[in-house]
């Protein structure tokens, strides 16, 4: 047993830190916001967090707030030309803001390394740290969700006339939501940096991008859960059938498809909607009996 934990502890570190991206994404849809700006963030993050590792040496607990911070600003200044914008516009400004903050990477050399990349990145974090990280944005999420923020956002993703009728300020919410979703896609690329020994700008592309908002499509939109069980299937998935490793973006779109198809509200929202149908009819029975 201990011998396949350590096995593949590899692959459970990539998991909670491909949930906390998740995360990052969560937060943005929780909100009503259709940003895809998550693998911005990360890169944001990461290079800040490698930058300072391995040319001043910070300590990690520095380099992963500067990067959650870097990524939070980031965050309201994408919020405050985008909060206005909706849908599908909303989509295309954020895919905008990747790009470009892809091509930075790639270009500006002196300090990126370029396409080469940045190299020898010391590996600063355990996976008893990814752990407590995750636990603690489960634990502040859970709260946010409680709270009338996390209601405000459910209200604006489900009518935002209802909630302007309700006193609710989309924009300033929307707002929030780009920051804290800046703040988790910053912190997740600064823990990338620190397991990943080096970064390229390639790490920050369109698969990324997808791969951040199919955790949450596949695992679910609504419940806490649903970004981490995506992000656990989509990178275990490769892991248990090797031969379809090559075919990754394919096979998770064929998977998204068919849950989007059968299962629209992602599984574990899917899982928990049936659980209190099948409550609610157990009781009507035993009421009737």
Same mark, same amino acid.
């Given at each position: 047993?201990?011998?396949? *934990?350590?096995?593949? %502890?590899? +692959?459970?570190? /990539? =998991? #909670?830190?491909?949930?906390?991206?998740?995360? &990052?994404?969560? @937060?943005?849809?929780?909100?009503?916001?259709?940003?895809?700006?998550?693998?911005?963030?990360?890169?944001?993050?990461?290079?800040?967090?490698?930058?300072?590792?391995?040319?001043?040496?910070?300590?990690?607990?520095?380099?992963?707030?500067?990067?959650?911070?870097?990524?939070?600003?980031?965050?309201?200044?994408?919020?405050?030309?985008?909060?206005?914008?909706?849908?599908?516009?909303?989509?295309?400004?954020?895919?905008?803001?990747?790009?470009?903050?892809?091509?930075?990477?790639?270009?500006?050399?002196?300090?990126?390394?370029?396409?080469?990349?940045?190299?020898?990145?010391?590996?600063?974090?355990? *996976?008893?740290?990814? %752990?407590? +990280?995750?636990? /603690? =944005? #489960?634990?502040?999420?859970?709260?946010?969700? &409680?709270?009338? @923020?996390?209601?405000?956002?459910?209200?604006?993703?489900?009518?935002?006339?209802?909630?302007?009728?309700?006193?609710?300020?989309?924009?300033?919410?929307?707002?929030?939501?780009?920051?804290?979703?800046?703040?988790?896609?910053?912190?997740?690329?600064?823990?990338?940096?620190?397991?990943?020994?080096?970064?390229?700008?390639?790490?920050?592309?369109?698969?990324?991008?997808?791969?951040?908002?199919?955790?949450?499509?596949?695992?679910?939109?609504?419940?806490?859960?649903?970004?981490?069980?995506?992000?656990?299937?989509?990178?275990?998935?490769?892991?248990?059938?090797?031969?379809?490793?090559?075919?990754?973006?394919?096979?998770?779109?064929?998977?998204?498809? /068919?849950?989007?198809?059968?299962?629209?509200?992602?599984?574990?929202?899917?899982?928990?909607?049936?659980?209190?149908?099948?409550?609610?009819?157990?009781?009507?029975?035993?009421?009737?009996?």
């Amino acid at each position: 047993m201990n011998s396949f *934990i350590l096995g593949h %502890l590899s +692959v459970f570190e /990539l =998991i #909670l830190v491909n949930a906390i991206l998740g995360y &990052s994404q969560y @937060i943005a849809l929780k909100s009503g916001v259709f940003s895809l700006a998550t693998a911005g963030f990360a890169s944001l993050g990461a290079y800040t967090a490698a930058l300072l590792s391995v040319r001043y040496g910070i300590p990690a607990w520095a380099g992963l707030c500067a990067a959650a911070l870097l990524g939070a600003l980031a965050g309201i200044a994408l919020a405050w030309p985008l909060a206005r914008l909706r849908g599908v516009f909303q989509a295309i400004a954020t895919l905008a803001f990747v790009q470009i903050v892809m091509s930075i990477g790639l270009y500006w050399e002196s300090l990126t390394g370029g396409a080469l990349g940045l190299n020898g990145i010391p590996r600063l974090v355990e *996976i008893w740290q990814l %752990l407590a +990280v995750a636990a /603690l =944005i #489960l634990y502040l999420l859970r709260t946010l969700s &409680s709270h009338q @923020i996390g209601r405000a956002f459910d209200t604006i993703r489900q009518d935002e006339t209802v909630a302007v009728s309700l006193g609710i300020s989309v924009v300033r919410h929307q707002r929030l939501a780009f920051l804290l979703s800046g703040a988790l896609g910053g912190l997740g690329g600064g823990l990338m940096a620190y397991r990943n020994y080096s970064l390229v700008p390639e790490d920050f592309g369109f698969p990324l991008l997808i791969a951040a908002l199919s955790f949450v499509v596949l695992g679910g939109r609504n419940t806490l859960a649903g970004p981490l069980v995506g992000a656990a299937i989509l990178t275990l998935l490769p892991e248990v059938a090797r031969p379809l490793a090559d075919y990754r973006l394919a096979f998770n779109g064929v998977l998204l498809v /068919l849950v989007i198809i059968y299962w629209p509200y992602g599984i574990v929202d899917t899982l928990a909607q049936r659980w209190q149908l099948w409550r609610a009819a157990r009781r009507q029975q035993e009421a009737s009996a």
